[in-house]
C-alpha cells in the first residue's frame, strides 16, 4: 500500500500520518510508503499516475488547494482513491464531483480513519495496482507470478500464461518487485510472487501456473518464513 499526505499544516500531516499508519497495519496491509507534501504544487512536481494506492488532501491550503489539486491528479490517474480533510463541509459539492471516496473531518479521529477505510475498498483496489517496468511498459503487480533473468532480460510470467520479456538487470527487478513483500527472490535470478505458491517442497517451489522453481539452500529458510508471514497477513485480511 502506497499513500500520500497533502497538508500544510505539519502538525496536521504528523498526526494522521501516524493515525493512517497504524490503521492500516490493523487491518493487515502492507504499508509501502505514506509521503508526505506541504502543498498541492509540492505534490504534483512528484506525481504520476499509478505511484499512489490512496491520497489524502486538505482542502484549505495556500496556494494550489485541495480541490484544484484534486483536478490534476483525476485527469492524470483516474482510480487512485482521494479522500478529502479538512474542518469545514464548505467544498462538499466539489469533492464529490471529483469523485472522492470519503470525506474527512479534523481533527482525525481513530475511529473515523476506521471507518474510511473500511468504506473504501482498498483490498479491491490493491488488486488493480500497475507497475511501471524498465521500459516504460506497464503491467498489473498481482498478475506476476515469479520473473527469472536470462541473457541480460527479464523474462516475467503473468496470470493467464502469458510471458513478456522486458531488458533489464536482475538487481533493478529485484528494487521493483521486492520493494513490495509478497515478492522474493528464491534463488540466483528468479523472483517469486508469494501469492501463486502452492508448496514449497525440499529445493523446489510449486506454483499456481504449474511452474516449478528452485530455491537456494541458504534461501530456504528466509522463503519460508516470509511465505508464512504472507498467509498469516492474507488471513487478517
Known amino acids: 500500500m502506497r499513500a500520500?499526505?497533502?497538508?500544510?499544516?505539519?502538525?496536521?500531516?504528523?498526526?494522521?500520518y501516524h493515525e493512517l499508519d497504524s490503521v492500516l497495519r490493523e487491518r493487515g496491509y502492507i504499508v509501502e510508503a505514506i509521503d508526505l507534501f506541504s502543498g498541492g504544487e509540492e505534490?504534483?512536481?512528484?506525481?504520476?499516475?499509478?505511484?499512489?494506492?490512496?491520497?489524502?488532501?486538505?482542502?484549505y491550503?495556500?496556494?494550489?488547494?485541495?480541490?484544484?489539486?484534486?483536478?490534476?491528479?483525476?485527469?492524470?490517474?483516474?482510480?487512485?482513491?482521494?479522500?478529502?480533510?479538512?474542518?469545514?463541509n464548505d467544498f462538499a459539492a466539489e469533492s464529490y464531483s471529483l469523485r472522492a471516496d470519503y470525506y474527512l473531518l479534523k481533527p482525525y479521529v481513530h475511529e473515523d480513519i476506521v471507518k474510511a477505510m473500511k468504506l473504501i475498498d482498498l483490498?479491491?483496489?490493491?488488486?488493480?495496482?500497475?507497475?511501471?517496468?524498465?521500459?516504460?511498459?506497464?503491467?498489473?503487480?498481482?498478475?506476476?507470478?515469479?520473473?527469472?533473468?536470462?541473457?541480460?532480460?527479464i523474462g516475467l510470467h503473468l496470470k493467464?500464461?502469458?510471458?513478456?520479456?522486458?531488458?533489464?538487470?536482475?538487481?533493478?527487478?529485484?528494487?521493483?518487485?521486492c520493494s513490495n513483500d509478497f515478492f522474493v527472490?528464491?534463488?540466483?535470478?528468479?523472483?517469486?510472487?508469494?501469492?501463486?505458491v502452492k508448496k514449497i517442497d525440499d529445493n523446489t517451489i510449486f506454483l499456481e501456473d504449474d511452474n516449478q522453481v528452485p530455491v537456494s539452500r541458504r534461501r530456504m529458510a528466509d522463503i519460508k518464513k516470509a511465505h508464512a508471514a504472507y498467509l498469516f497477513q492474507r488471513v487478517r485480511q
Do not use: W
Open 185 to 196: 527472490p528464491c534463488t540466483k535470478g528468479i523472483i517469486v510472487n508469494l501469492e501463486y
Open 43 to 59: 505534490f504534483l512536481a512528484d506525481f504520476r499516475r499509478g505511484k499512489y494506492d490512496l491520497i489524502f488532501l486538505d482542502i
Open 123 to 153: 483490498a479491491s483496489y490493491e488488486k488493480q495496482r500497475i507497475i511501471r517496468l524498465p521500459d516504460h511498459t506497464t503491467c498489473l503487480l498481482h498478475d506476476i507470478i515469479f520473473s527469472e533473468y536470462f541473457n541480460h532480460k
Open 61 to 88: 491550503m495556500e496556494g494550489i488547494n485541495g480541490i484544484q489539486t484534486a483536478a490534476e491528479i483525476r485527469r492524470q490517474d483516474k482510480s487512485v482513491r482521494l479522500i478529502f480533510a479538512t474542518t469545514s
Open 4 to 16: 500520500a499526505i497533502i497538508d500544510d499544516r505539519s502538525y496536521d500531516r504528523t498526526t494522521l
Open 160 to 177: 493467464g500464461h502469458k510471458v513478456i520479456k522486458v531488458r533489464a538487470s536482475q538487481a533493478g527487478m529485484e528494487s521493483l518487485l
